[in-house]
């Protein structure tokens, strides 16, 4: 079985990675010098967690629920002056989940890549990646989730007075041997991807990132045989000191799954102040949504892409899958974000976050009055006792409104949902050597 993973894994990047390391040594050969690099990096990273009287998605208990995820995770990454190979493997293991003992919960590779150099400034990467991209909200490697999220194309990078890149991904039958809720490319249900990506500083203090984003799917039924979302956007930032302010706003268009057109966006004003020791974020975000479910001629509810939620709506994750989870009536979140650095070691952290529907949900047909739907409190605690060892604790509560239980996420909304968990990294660098060769 594991013969068969690496196969699909490993073939269409084969001939790419052999043709780059054999253009390489002909480049290699016109230096009086080559440097080269190798580093052999693990991770081991067990989460124990506790959740009761909340769902994340339909098909979840509602009862208290303990269980554990386990990631082992390997990082060879092999570096020359003009090229750069990487591969981490990865196996996912479940502890306690749904009566079993244990389970593996997948075994794949998180990336996959060849990097070869074509200018000083300008290099390709081939295969299996992760597309992390400004503060991550709209594309993200998730690295909270134990399988991670990556991408599989070619991504072109430049980099000189400004960064840019342009990506240009795909999706295929992947192994379905293993749970694909622990795949780091399980989930994606694009048949195509393309990205462009560009960050400018205009001065120390002022800084401005675009995304562009398009990304094509199958249509199973119906006249064209696929449809597109487009996304554009960016941030524009301010840093000086202590204080910093941003603005990030999208507008999304083209089609979704129902052959609706979609003309939505998203806004996410935010300032911060650092003393020191206490980091003080304020902000808010904006999703927009319909206002009526019935006769729209267009869609307003906007997707956040392939980021990640939680880092922004809540360790609970209650709110991830859009327009799903808040049954496209859009989503306003006011946050606040206190971060104390108590030492070198040990550090606390506290969310709070408002959840509105930014229009009134429907009962039985009718508008309910009001658009409030709760209050999740985050609290954690991050302990390095040691370089290579991280240890956090986090607890989370939700406050929720009546109007909660309309969207499936509390059955009761006089209870409180409450989430913990306690996670230990060990991430220990086994092996690294350079050296240079002189010809």
């Known amino acids: 079985m594991h013969r068969i993973i690496i196969q699909i894994l490993v073939k269409p990047y084969l001939v790419a990675i052999l043709l780059h390391a054999s253009a390489s040594g002909l480049f290699a050969q016109k230096s009086d010098t080559i440097r080269r690099e190798l580093t052999v990096d693990f991770e081991i990273r067990p989460r124990a967690e506790y959740r009761d009287n909340f769902k994340w998605t339909s098909s979840d208990t509602l009862m208290p629920q303990v269980y554990t995820t386990q990631r082992n995770r390997l990082s060879i990454n092999f ?3 003009k090229l ?31 990097e070869p150099k074509i200018t000083k400034n300008l290099s390709v990467r081939i295969g299996r990646q992760a597309l ?14 134990q399988q991670s999220r990556t991408h599989e194309g070619v991504r072109f990078l430049y980099k000189k007075n400004f960064e840019t890149d342009l990506t240009i991904a795909f999706t295929r039958p992947y192994a379905k041997h293993f749970d694909l809720a622990y795949s780091p490319v399980g989930s994606h249900t694009y048949k195509y991807l393309l990205v462009h990506h560009l960050k400018y500083k205009f001065s120390n203090q002022v800084s401005l ?51 609706k057109p979609i003309r939505a966006y998203y806004v996410q004003p935010e300032i911060s102040a650092n003393t020191g020791r206490t980091l003080i974020r304020l902000g808010a975000e904006v999703m927009s949504g319909n206002r009526s479910t019935v006769g729209n001629e267009a869609s307003a509810s906007f997707v956040p892409l392939y980021g990640v939620a939680w880092k922004f709506m809540g360790n609970m994750n209650l709110f991830t899958r859009f327009p799903a989870d808040v049954n496209e009536k859009g989503l306003v979140n006011p946050y606040l974000f206190v971060v104390y650095q108590a030492s070198k070691k040990l550090s606390f952290r506290g969310d709070s976050h408002l959840f509105y529907s930014q229009y009134p949900l429907l009962e039985e047909g009718r508008q309910i009055d ?14 390095k006792p040691v370089k290579a060892l991280e240890i956090i604790y986090g607890f989370s509560f939700t406050l929720a409104n009546k109007r909660m239980e309309l969207l ?20 220990p660098r086994l092996f690294s050597r350079k050296w240079i060769d002189v010809r």
């Open 79 to 81: 570096q020359s002056d």
């Open 84 to 114: 750069r190979l990487h591969a981490s493997p990865q196996e996912i293991h479940v502890w306690g989940e749904m009566g079993k003992l244990s389970r593996v919960g997948n075994l794949n590779f998180f990336e996959l890549f060849v």
């Open 132 to 145: 992390s991209l400004d503060n991550g909200r709209i594309f993200s490697a998730a690295p909270w989730g």
């Open 209 to 259: 990132t675009i995304i562009n984003a398009m990304d094509v799917f199958h249509r199973t039924s119906g006249d064209k045989q696929y449809y597109k979302r487009i996304t554009n956007g960016g941030r524009l930032e301010y840093d000086k000191e202590w204080f910093y302010a941003t603005v990030n706003a999208y507008y999304q268009y083209g089609e979704n799954a129902a052959s």
């Open 370 to 383: 009001g658009t409030y739907l709760g209050f999740e409190g985050d609290l954690s605690l991050n302990y």
């Open 408 to 427: 499936g996420k509390v059955p009761d909304s006089g209870e409180v949902p409450v989430w913990s968990y306690l996670m230990i990294s060990y991430a």
